[in-house]
């Protein structure tokens, strides 16, 4: 099962292997360990070690490189909110690492492969075991593809406000019109997606997406203040 997972991060990725000896401990359990003792393997452990501060540099390189001005508090709460059990698990399940892990018979059963700390330690340890094959170049390159764009994205809006700094930046020359409304709201009740479009004294200059509405507003008042910034 491990070895499809050359392919996907050959095809997704652009990425390929070169010891597949890292790899294989970092997608190994414990539990698999203990079933196959004749195997000698290594499990995850150490590389998610390596890969948890690898990740804590690479984050912090690329918020303090983005965010001339943040001040080092905000730079810390930022990275938390992406250095963290809920963002890392989410990452693996998207990457389809859930997939490759190698567990023992006991832990399969209790649907261990669908944890989010198992996920994240998953995660941490693909990293750890990413920087050992190809060094941190490669690291970050991936990191390009699947972490650092969900800032754009709008998935860490409830840490900035961007709808306050959207109104402090329009205001500079004085009172204007900010209004925020509905394109549209799409799913289920438990998995709703609404468009929301901002627009300034009756002109759109923004819209985005998110679960809830407030997200959404969020989204949109991102993607205005960078269109605004950059003109």
Same mark, same amino acid.
């Given at each position: 099962?491990?070895?499809?997972?050359? !392919?996907?991060?050959?095809?997704?990725?652009?990425?390929?292997?070169?010891?597949?000896?890292?790899?294989?401990?970092?997608?190994?359990?414990?539990?698999?360990?203990?079933?196959? /003792?004749?195997?000698?393997?290594?499990?995850?452990?150490?590389?998610?070690?390596?890969?948890?501060?690898?990740?804590?540099?690479?984050?912090?390189?690329?918020?303090?490189?983005?965010?001339? #001005?943040?001040?080092?508090? #905000?730079?810390?709460?930022?990275?938390?909110?992406? +250095?963290?059990?809920?963002?890392?698990?989410?990452?693996?399940?998207?990457?389809? @690492? %859930?997939?490759?892990?190698?567990?023992? #018979?006991?832990?399969?059963?209790?649907?261990?492969?669908?944890? /989010?700390?198992?996920?994240? %330690?998953?995660?941490?340890?693909?990293?750890?075991?990413?920087?050992?094959?190809?060094?941190?170049?490669?690291?970050?390159?991936?990191?390009?593809? +699947?972490?650092? /764009?969900?800032?754009?994205?709008?998935?860490?809006?409830?840490?900035? %406000?961007?709808?306050?700094?959207?109104?402090?930046?329009?205001?500079?020359?004085? /009172?204007?019109?900010?209004?925020?409304?509905?394109?549209?709201?799409?799913?289920? %009740?438990?998995?709703?997606?609404? &468009?929301?479009? +901002?627009?300034?004294?009756?002109? &759109?200059?923004?819209?985005?997406?998110?679960?809830?509405?407030?997200?959404?507003? !969020?989204?949109?008042? @991102?993607?205005?203040?960078?269109?605004?910034?950059?003109?």
């Amino acid at each position: 099962m491990i070895r499809g997972l050359a !392919q996907l991060l050959k095809s997704n990725y652009g990425i390929e292997i070169k010891n597949m000896d890292y790899y294989d401990a970092a997608f190994t359990h414990r539990s698999y360990v203990n079933e196959h /003792p004749k195997e000698h393997l290594d499990f995850y452990e150490r590389t998610e070690f390596l890969g948890d501060a690898v990740m804590q540099l690479c984050v912090s390189e690329y918020l303090f490189k983005r965010y001339p #001005k943040m001040p080092e508090g #905000k730079l810390s709460r930022l990275r938390a909110a992406m +250095v963290c059990e809920d963002s890392f698990s989410s990452f693996a399940k998207e990457c389809h @690492f %859930d997939e490759y892990i190698r567990l023992g #018979k006991g832990e399969e059963k209790n649907n261990a492969r669908k944890r /989010p700390s198992l996920l994240c %330690d998953i995660f941490e340890a693909f990293i750890g075991a990413l920087y050992l094959d190809h060094g941190k170049p490669t690291v970050v390159k991936f990191l390009n593809q +699947v972490v650092f /764009p969900k800032l754009d994205e709008g998935c860490y809006n409830t840490f900035f %406000d961007h709808k306050t700094a959207l109104q402090e930046y329009l205001q500079k020359n004085g /009172p204007c019109k900010i209004e925020y409304q509905e394109v549209w709201g799409k799913g289920p %009740d438990n998995d709703r997606t609404y &468009k929301m479009e +901002v627009s300034f004294n009756g002109k &759109k200059i923004g819209e985005g997406t998110g679960h809830t509405k407030k997200a959404a507003e !969020q989204a949109a008042a @991102f993607e205005a203040l960078k269109a605004l910034q950059q003109n």
